[in-house]
């Protein structure tokens, strides 16, 4: 199969997915008598360009935020990879203390790149859009790492600091797990692998649900 088609194919079967999937998470928020919140969570590294030639990472997330209930949810977006200043603060009583286990540098590795809103106005839809396309779009600093465990761990202090009840993460990247894969004479505490792990727990426990899309328009990842 030509590189063209085998791209073509992967692009039309996960835009199938992500549709099926965003409009069964927006018939459970709409039919719910209680808020549910969503993170979408944003692959920034610089691996994207090569395993998203389609761009869906941004064209989903915009789509989610399109589609996404204007009552009963509310949406926040979550970047993690490249650098960014000032570096993130968690702020919930939850997870303060990740402040210190991963430490200022990691930090700068995530990005909270939208609050938590209700997408009540046709206005609120269009900034959120152009923020995710803003952040998919901006200048990738050297060495970018893809640092899912941080993102994951951001993303669940941005659920319990709004209180959150019932709630999923929506996370789009290739999944290549890089950087912060040892705790040897570094400041950060737990590697990028274990933040997963843990995050896969805490979310457990919340009963949040975390959902993946795996990017990998050149086959790197391999079954």
């Not at 989903?60 to 509310?74: E, G, I």
């Not at 505490?189 to 896969?200: C, M, P």
Request: proline letters at 1%; charged letters at 25%; one cysteine or more.
């Amino acid at each position: 199969m030509g590189k063209l088609r085998r791209i073509i194919l992967i692009t039309a079967a996960t835009i199938f997915c992500l549709i099926c999937f965003t409009t069964q998470a927006v018939i459970y928020a709409s039919s719910s008598d209680d808020t549910v919140d969503f993170v979408l969570l944003l692959d920034c590294t610089d691996s994207m360009v090569n395993s998203d030639t389609a761009n869906i990472c941004e064209s989903a997330a915009k789509m989610f935020t399109d589609l996404a209930p204007s009552n009963n949810a509310r949406v926040a977006v979550v970047a993690f990879g490249n650098t960014w200043t000032p570096e993130y603060t968690f702020g919930s009583s939850e997870l303060s203390y990740m402040n210190d286990v991963m430490g200022r540098y990691a930090r700068t590795r995530v990005c909270m790149t939208y609050n938590m809103v209700e997408l009540s106005s046709s206005d609120a839809r269009r900034s959120m859009k152009k923020a995710i396309h803003d952040r998919m779009n901006e200048k990738k600093f050297s060495h970018t790492n893809t640092y899912i465990g941080g993102g994951l761990m951001t993303a669940l202090d941005v659920l319990f600091s709004n209180k959150s009840d019932d709630a999923a993460l929506i996370l789009m990247s290739d999944g290549r797990l890089s950087g912060f894969n040892s705790t040897e004479g570094v400041e950060w505490k737990r590697t990028n692998r274990e933040l997963v792990y843990d995050a896969i727990d805490i979310a457990a426990a919340e009963k949040w649900r975390i959902y993946s899309v795996e990017l990998n328009d050149d086959g790197k990842n391999k079954p």
